[in-house]
């Protein structure tokens, strides 16, 4: 939008400031300093035409006003087509960054408490049958409630130290 915004106040501009029409000419004194002016001194030598004034043509002036207001409104048109695209492209980052950004310490812990608890409530569903017997669907459980007090107690130990040991039930 910046760019926008200077594109047209210099277009204000442009159209603001009346056209100069004149000639430029060139001359160098008795001293060989070269001088410019729209008016040569009547003692100048060597005079010379550097810029030819040119009338003033209506038609041409509104053509050329019309063409560079066109040309502006396309320049405009693809300036917010860009920054659209670099938005959007800069969203695209940052939704790869967030996707791909390894989880806080928080997240890792509130997320294996949810693991346990569910594994515990599944365990808890299970009819007896399962386990073979009432003191091995204690261990089971007891082993997952064991777990779940270690990672609210100590974390970092928790994280360190995984334990292989899931109770004496085989999965079937």
Known sequence: MKHIAVIIFLI???LWVPPLHADVYSWTDENGVKYFGNQPPDNAANVRVVF????????????????QS?????????????????AAEARRKAEAAEKNRQPTQQERIAEEKQRL?????????????????QKNKRV???????????????????????????????EQ
């Open 12 to 14: 204000g501009i442009l």
């Open 140 to 170: 089971r459980i007891g082993y997952y409630r064991y777990r779940l007090e270690t990672l609210m107690r100590d974390p970092a130990e928790y994280f360190n130290r995984p334990s292989g040991f899931e109770g004496n039930v085989k």
């Open 70 to 86: 066109k040309e502006i409104t396309e320049l405009i048109k693809n300036l917010e087509k860009e920054e659209e695209r670099q």
């Open 117 to 133: 608890q569910e594994k515990i409530t599944e365990l808890e569903e299970k009819p007896l049958s399962y386990y073979g017997s």
């Open 52 to 67: 030819k004034e040119e009338p003033y043509n209506a038609a041409a002036d509104n053509q050329s006003k019309a063409a």
